[in-house]
């Protein structure tokens, strides 16, 4: 089984076992749960540093989806607690795979699945990495995961954008299944941390 069908073999095993009730998605009412960009284009790939002065400019057309999920009330949790709970703790993350246990920037290391990604970025408030050559889903996808609270309530933002069409993404049943699966991924990961962000 080659990696393109183990990954979407397991992004539909998570999403069958982490599908919530739509009263329970947690996702921010102000903002869709899904901002698909346009995959047909290239555009320019991006440094860390250009997406952690301006976020934005990472996405522009080549964002190929955002979900906003809710880790519920925190008020004495900051964001930067969340985040560093997440990069000092790595195996919370549900695909850890062959990575440390504490991650820094400029690691590299593979996923579950023998999936080699590059720690981009780790900030005050967001983790931000990218996948490298040999990644079931294709070289040059960055995905970002942000922390924010707002009265109380703390929210994970899962942001992923391309550098340039992969194979998967081109084909519109391997990155339905992709945008799938990432949702119930992610959703499993908001689920571990809105649990452990009380030891935070």
């Known amino acids: 089984m080659g990696r393109a069908a183990s990954a979407t073999l397991l992004g539909t095993a998570l999403?069958?076992?982490?599908?919530?009730?739509?009263?329970?998605?947690?996702?921010r009412p102000a903002a869709p749960p899904v901002q698909p960009g346009d995959e047909s284009s290239g555009g320019p790939a991006h440094t860390a540093e250009e997406c952690d002065a301006d976020p934005s400019s990472c996405h522009g057309s080549n964002r190929l989806y955002q979900y906003i999920y809710s880790l519920g009330i925190h008020p004495f949790t900051s964001p930067h607690d969340v985040r560093e709970q997440l990069t000092g703790n790595f195996w919370l993350f549900p695909v850890r795979g062959?990575?440390?246990?504490?991650i820094r920037p400029k690691d590299k290391c593979e996923l579950l699945g023998g999936?080699?990604?590059?720690?981009?970025?780790?900030?005050?408030?967001?983790?931000q990495i990218a996948?490298?050559?040999?990644?079931?889903?294709?070289?040059?996808?960055?995905?970002?995961?942000t922390f924010t609270r707002?009265?109380?309530?703390?929210?994970?933002?899962v942001t992923?954008?391309?550098n340039k069409p992969t194979a998967c993404t081109e084909k519109t049943l391997c990155n339905a299944a992709s945008r799938v699966g990432a949702w119930a991924l992610w959703r499993l990961l908001a689920e571990t941390l809105a649990v452990s962000a009380y030891l935070a």
């Open 131 to 145: 996948t490298l050559p040999g990644h079931a889903l294709g070289e040059g996808l960055h995905i970002r995961f």
């Open 115 to 127: 999936n080699p990604v590059l720690v981009e970025s780790i900030g005050y408030d967001h983790l």
């Open 150 to 157: 707002g009265l109380g309530f703390q929210y994970l933002i």
């Open 160 to 162: 992923a954008w391309q």
């Open 15 to 27: 999403m069958l076992t982490a599908l919530p009730p739509a009263a329970h998605a947690g996702a």
């Open 98 to 102: 062959a990575c440390p246990t504490r």
